[in-house]
């Protein structure tokens, strides 16, 4: 709880328009661990005018101004590497969508055989990628997908089940009693996408079956390095 709090603290002395050297010296932290935290908060254009009206802090406004670049750089390179990817990778055939949603169930998903086909994920993107893989590769129909979301108990439950609702587009009817953690959302110190964890199952141990056993195959196939 004190490594959240800090963090709290060092996020509000940045946007304060502090500099790395300054937090650090208030809040006693490694560079390495600021720069993880306070990555994506550069100081704004304002913010570095207001340094620069001080001498003694000319230094400290290179350093700023140079992670601002940093910044810029890093956000420029991601975008490249985006469309690059995007365009090497894409569209998937039918048989690439299946077996990229064989491999996310196979990091993300509930193995157990004798169970239903779940996945859980807090990421809105994935679970919308799961559901098409549902639709799509595996051919389960709309109606038959169930929801149950895992929410903190300071969220507003109807809230987030008419969220992940619009946003997989399956009716509130199909959502089960959601899990409410006993634990508070605001003292959580990585938030995540802000709408709980969502999960989406098929009632189908036939179909469980099949995906773990698809999954089986392609790691017996390729878990052998060839040199």
């Keep these: 709880m004190a490594r959240v709090k800090l963090r709290r603290k060092a996020i509000s002395l940045r946007k304060k328009g ?3 050297s300054e937090i650090r010296q208030k809040l006693h932290l490694a560079k390495s661990t600021l ?16 340094l620069a009206k001080h001498r003694k802090k000319n230094k400290l406004i290179a350093i700023e101004k ?7 750089k890093h956000e420029k390179r991601l975008k490249l590497f985006f469309h690059q990817e995007k365009k090497r990778l894409l569209p998937l055939n039918d048989k ?9 169930y196979l990091g993300e998903g509930t193995k157990r055989l ?22 799509h590769s595996l051919k389960i129909p709309l109606s038959k997908i169930k929801v149950n979301l895992h929410l903190y108990k300071d969220m507003e439950v109807e809230k987030e089940k008419k969220y992940w609702s619009k946003l997989l587009q399956i009716h509130l009817m199909q959502f089960t009693k ?4 006993n634990s508070l959302r605001s003292e959580i110190d990585h ?3 802000g709408h709980g964890t969502c999960g989406l199952s098929v009632n ?4 469980k079956e099949k995906v773990i056993m698809g999954i089986k195959a392609i790691l017996e196939k390729y878990s052998v390095i060839q040199i």
Excluded at 116 to 134: E, K
Excluded at 178 to 181: F, G, L, R, S, V
Excluded at 204 to 207: E, F, G, K, P
């Design 18 to 20: 502090l500099t790395y």
């Design 35 to 50: 720069s993880d935290w306070l990555q994506d908060l550069p100081l704004t254009s304002s913010q570095l005018s207001d």
């Design 66 to 72: 140079t992670r601002n670049i940093k910044h810029i």
């Design 96 to 104: 690439e969508l299946e077996m990229a949603g064989l491999f996310l």
């Design 114 to 135: 004798n169970g239903s086909l779940s996945l859980n994920n807090t990421d809105p993107l994935v679970m919308q990628f799961y559901l098409t893989w549902l639709i």
């Design 178 to 181: 959601p899990y409410i953690k």
């Design 191 to 193: 938030k995540g996408y």
């Design 204 to 207: 189908s141990v036939l179909l």
